[in-house]
């Protein structure tokens, strides 16, 4: 009776052929979507936050307290202007939820990341990590501080808006997301792989 259980056990609890194949299925999993895009994302996000970082202290060292500066008749201008709300200076009262959305915002990206093999994906989760960040250090370290600080805001658009550069890397890294969201790319690039080893194996007909 021991010997009768103790087979009908034994396949059940370990099964090297079983896990074997388990672990080369996954590897070769990952292996068909390629390296994952994390150095690609940062690079991005760095470049982005970079550039919004020294155009914000440029902009408030020679342009703030002055006249605006034309850049394309009065349709386009740098106007230096501090703004305590969000894009488009909406939410003037809300400083502090803002800050607390672009430090979700943050660990969002950063916990999406480990799924991270599309490029076009880490392109855009990059330029909105770098907006988010840009921003967010404006909210931390300028007046009047406590988590409220006010946004460095330069590009006016005559009927449109003052903003940053943080603010067009946020934007242009939502419309490629929902871009890529309506093409059906996904992160993980697990369909186009899929499709790669499906034309691959298929036979060559001349």
């Not at 990059?126 to 907006?131: A, F, R, S, Y």
């Not at 997301?177 to 899929?194: K, M, P, Q, S």
């Amino acid at each position: 009776m021991r010997r009768d259980i103790r087979t009908s056990r034994g396949p059940n609890v370990t099964d090297p052929g079983r896990g074997a194949a388990g672990g080369e299925s996954e590897r070769g999993g990952r292996e068909a979507r390629g390296t994952r895009r994390i150095p690609l994302l940062l690079m991005v996000a760095c470049l982005a936050y970079a550039i919004d970082l020294f155009s914000k202290l440029a902009v408030v060292a020679k342009l703030e307290h002055h006249d605006p500066v034309n850049v394309i008749g009065t349709w386009l201008q740098l106007r230096v202007m501090r703004n305590s709300g969000a894009a488009f200076s909406m939410g003037s009262a809300s400083t502090l939820v803002f800050t607390v959305i672009a430090v979700a915002v943050a660990l969002a990206i950063v916990r999406l990341a480990r799924r991270l093999y599309s490029v076009p994906w880490a392109i855009a989760l990059g330029l909105l990590l770098g907006g988010a960040l840009g921003n967010l250090t404006d909210r931390l370290f300028r007046t009047p501080g406590q988590l409220q600080g006010a946004v460095v805001d330069f590009i006016s658009v005559r009927g449109f808006s003052v903003m940053n550069l943080a603010d067009w890397a946020i934007v242009c890294g939502g419309v490629l997301i929902v871009f890529f969201t309506f093409r059906g790319r996904e992160l993980d690039n697990a369909r186009e792989a899929a499709a790669d080893k499906e034309s691959s194996s298929a036979p060559f007909r001349p």
